[in-house]
């Protein structure tokens, strides 16, 4: 069997630079049994002047480090702040985004519609997983061969016009118009292209196509609205109680048609729901209208209690 | 408890950069590495082993320390000594550390007025 120091040697040295290895060894070795030779001169016995010596050089691999001057962190200061930022921004729309037309593009496509939940969630978790994963692989790589990113140095122009108590970030405005143009863009594309095979080369829409006399466009403006709102909000910084009366009248002008249309069974093209057996079912269609009114009030009231809460909380 | 925590940590940093002048002005004699970590903690600069060995290497690559091995004992032991780059920088980090001391003096005499 190999003695402690053999041991501890190959397992420093396997990770030291090839070109310095043997002469790092031989002057490692000899500090090591100077080392052993002084606690054995205080009376140790070899064993245990063995063991204490190598305890003290701690762990070969931090040892290694350091005689190699590598680092021992995935993404050291240089990189993380410029890492964390990337990660922010990406992660905040890019998983949603993905994870919304995966479902959208499931539930259109007829086969499994009521899978389509599950698909775009598991789409937008695994999404998220790579995003994080190759972002900051990146990073280490960088961190590794110690590349310049050549970012621009921070300057005072790049202070937040209102640092204190911004309570709307540039992110959630920008994440929210993001949502608000994708439903926008969404609503005409059904029309033209629904992904639902309809037979032959036409299209089947998901909405009622009738609702373009008036409720669609009704609806797209109340959308086109709301992403004047939204930078309303942030050049305000913050809830006012004007920004949560628009909130809440617009949150109502869109929310009050779907809820009416949905329960009068207008808001769904019927060539559309006829086209699915369990669809067409009488109290099939009555769940879907109940979740999709339910889920419209539910997302309706919370926002407007929540931005009353918000603003409430700014009063002087 | 925390408290020596802190402490510890502060005393790390005000000794991290003295060991590289205490090594610096030690091997003005040449010495090999163990017998150097000894005359360091003989004068009040306990240093740890593991941290020793590699930053002589690391001086001796910035061309501070030159380095020969001596084969007439019984085992081969590395010698380094203060080249005369490694002089001239310890000279720069010596008035350096006299330069502290002596604002470190002014501020506390400064401080007591």
């Known amino acids: 069997m190999s003695s402690l120091t053999d041991r501890y040697l190959a397992a420093t040295l396997r990770t030291v630079p090839a070109a310095r290895r043997a002469e790092i060894e031989t002057e490692l070795r000899g500090s090591i049994e100077d080392m052993i030779d002084g606690r054995r001169a205080d009376g140790r016995d070899a064993d245990t002047a063995e063991r204490e010596v190598l305890t003290e050089l701690g762990n070969p691999a931090q040892l290694a480090a350091r005689y190699a001057d590598r680092r021992l962190q995935l993404i050291g200061p240089t990189y993380y702040l410029a890492w964390e930022r990337l990660m922010k921004l990406l992660l905040s729309f890019v998983p949603a985004t993905v994870g919304i037309i995966v479902g959208l593009l499931e539930a259109t496509d007829g086969k499994n519609p009521g899978g389509a939940v599950g698909a775009g969630v598991a789409t937008a978790m695994e999404v998220a997983v790579q995003i994080a994963f190759w972002v900051t692989l990146v990073f280490a790589v960088l961190e590794r061969t110690n590349t310049s990113l050549n970012l621009p140095a921070w300057s005072v122009d790049q202070l937040p016009e209102v640092q204190a108590n911004r309570q709307i970030t540039l992110v959630d405005v920008t994440a929210a118009i993001g949502w608000l143009v994708l439903v926008i863009a969404y609503l005409p594309i059904q029309h033209f292209h629904s992904f639902v095979p309809a037979g032959g080369d036409d299209n089947l829409p998901i909405l009622d196509p009738a609702l373009w006399s008036f409720w669609l466009p009704f609806l797209i403006a109340v959308l086109v609205a709301t992403i004047g709102l939204e930078i309303a909000k942030y050049r305000a910084g913050r809830w006012t109680w004007p920004l949560v009366a628009v909130n809440a009248v617009l949150d109502l002008a869109f929310a009050v048609p779907v809820v009416w249309l949905m329960s009068t069974d207008r808001l769904l093209n019927p060539d559309f729901v006829d086209r699915f057996e369990w669809l067409g079912r009488e109290e099939n269609l009555n769940t879907v209208a109940t979740i999709v009114v339910a889920g419209t009030v539910l997302v309706v009231v919370w926002d407007i209690v929540d931005s009353a809460i918000k603003a409430y909380r700014n009063r002087h | ?113």
């Open chain 2, 1 to 113: 408890m925390v408290a020596d925590e802190i402490l510890r940590t502060h005393l790390q940093e005000l000794r991290r950069g003295t060991v590289v002048v205490a090594s610096l002005v030690a091997l003005r004699r040449p010495d090999y590495g163990y017998a150097l970590l000894q005359r360091l903690t003989g004068h009040g600069f306990p240093v740890d082993a593991n941290t020793l060995y590699p930053l002589l290497r690391r001086l001796e690559e910035q061309g501070l320390l030159t380095s020969e091995w001596n084969t007439e004992e019984s085992r081969p032991r590395k010698f380094y000594r203060t080249s005369d780059e490694g002089e001239s920088l310890l000279r720069r980090l010596l008035d350096d550390l006299a330069a502290v001391q002596t604002s470190l003096t002014s501020l506390i005499e400064g401080a007591e007025r």
